[in-house]
């Protein structure tokens, strides 16, 4: 199958090993550089796991900033971000339910108003928020949104949009999960359906950065409805913006007073993300890269203090030597495997793998893996064979990248370890993903027993 002539201009990584004997089954170009894509991923999410644990939950303090007296905050309220990337309609079912509970805590505190502003406090994550190498032209999708310590909806707002009844009625558009931010303008018109392009609603969303707000245009045929997503240009304005108006629906007003940086601080409650264990299946099963880079930046938090993608490469660089992978079988930039500048080798991959399989925390980390056919970013894939409801394995998709790794019982019963990466492919993506679920399942149907 890797010989094929549609991928004759491609590179093919594979490894396959059976981790009880420290058999390879089958090696291709294993010591090679590739740009693995989402399976950079896997080490992200064991490095996470190890270092934080599966009980380990995001904290993100509220402090006053200055007295609080007869129900009156006499200061700003203070959010000090810590990198929690549960605040999310995927995590939460709500975007808006954490923030809301926050603003119960404090009512309950007996706080009915705020002099001063909502402000972010502290700097956790001082460096850049989108990863480095990643493509400009993406960031404008949810995908690829920037990230910071403190994080909204994971990144993006949707403007729900709907035609009038007649050519030339006014279009009307909501936003959510908050229902203030961000402010938008609509220059979108309702025009009469059309056949082909013309058929469908055709709307932009653009950040006016020189107003602040976002520009929503183009058109939607009568009686059609669609949603537009938008990224957040600064992540943390769009925290503050959302849990301030939780704040104003809870009936807590917020003043526009100017105070100085108080001297002294008060923590009014401290708002919890799941734990860890929970995170790690909405990260892994649906490749999601904003998680994908919080998680980096917290684990160089918790070991160094700074949450820097630089303090993180070197962490995860130390970890990957420690777990025995080779000094040049990798090359990390970011936590998600957005960047073009990642680089592993099938053998890091493997060693990731085989690593996290002798770990105590290795059944929370497999159950967290999508599973071929059932769920995750394999859900439709490999059913009807050996594989389905069997192969526990994360995905990879970029241009031309496609990777696909992890584990796969045998007909056996003996656990099997594979990685394969393809880069620099012609042919559909279509294609690729068969072959690799061809090989996944071609092991699923060995007969190697297990030793243990």
């Known amino acids: 199958m890797l010989a094929a002539p549609e991928t004759r201009n491609a590179r093919w990584g594979v490894l396959i090993v059976d981790p009880d004997r420290g058999d390879t089954l089958y090696s291709r170009d294993a010591g090679k550089l590739f740009v693995p894509a989402s399976n950079m991923k896997i080490v992200t999410g064991a490095l996470a796991l190890e270092t934080l644990g599966p009980d380990y939950r995001f904290a ?15 200061g700003d309220l203070l959010i000090v971000g810590r990198g929690d990337p ?85 279009v009307s558009v909501r936003v959510t999960p908050a229902k203030s931010f961000p402010r938008f303008r609509v220059a979108a018109t309702t025009t009469l359906r059309g056949t082909g392009r013309d058929s469908v609603a055709q709307l932009t969303a653009v950040k006016d950065t020189a107003r602040g707000d976002v520009l929503l245009s183009g058109t939607i045929p009568v009686g059609d409805s669609a949603t537009v997503p938008v990224t957040f240009r600064d992540q943390r304005e769009a925290f503050v913006a959302a849990l301030s108006e939780a704040l104003r629906d ?72 420690a777990w025995g992978a080779e000094p040049d079988g990798f090359i990390v930039w970011d936590g998600s495997g957005l960047s073009r500048r990642d680089l592993v080798s099938p053998e890091t991959v493997v060693r990731v793998l085989s690593t996290m399989r002798k770990s105590p925390r290795f059944q929370t980390y497999y159950d967290a893996l999508p599973i071929a056919g059932v769920d995750g970013t394999i859900d439709t894939r490999m059913r009807g064979t050996r594989a389905e409801a069997n192969v526990r394995a ?16 045998s007909a056996g019963g003996g656990q099997l370890i594979f990685s394969v990466l393809c880069n620099n492919y012609l042919t559909s993506t279509a294609y690729i993903s068969r072959v690799q679920d061809s090989i996944a399942v071609r092991l699923a149907r060995l007969s190697v027993r297990s030793s243990r």
């Open 394 to 409: 994360k995905t990879g998709t970029l241009g031309n990248v496609r990777s696909l790794s992890g584990y796969v019982t």
């Open 250 to 321: 809870r009936g807590i007003a917020i003043g526009d007073s100017t105070f100085p940086l108080p001297t002294r601080v008060d923590t009014l409650m401290i708002s919890q993300s799941p734990p860890l264990s929970q995170i790690l299946p909405a990260f892994l099963k649906p490749s999601q890269n904003q998680i994908g880079e919080m998680l980096f930046k917290a684990v160089a938090l918790a070991r160094a203090d700074t949450g820097s993608a630089r303090v993180a490469r070197r962490i995860v660089t130390e970890q990957l030597r």
């Open 60 to 74: 993100t303090p509220v402090l006053a900033g200055g007295a609080v007296r007869d129900g009156v905050l006499d």
């Open 86 to 170: 549960s605040v999310s309609d995927h995590m939460a079912g709500d975007a808006m339910a954490p923030l809301r509970a926050i603003a119960d805590s404090l009512w309950q505190r007996g706080i009915r108003r705020v002099l001063g502003h909502v402000t972010p406090y502290g700097d956790a994550f001082p460096d850049a928020t989108a990863g480095f190498g990643w493509a400009w032209d993406d960031l404008d999708e949810p995908y690829s949104a920037t990230i910071d310590e403190l994080l909204f909806n994971e990144g993006f707002a949707d403007l729900h949009v709907k035609a009038g009844g007649t050519p030339g009625d006014a």
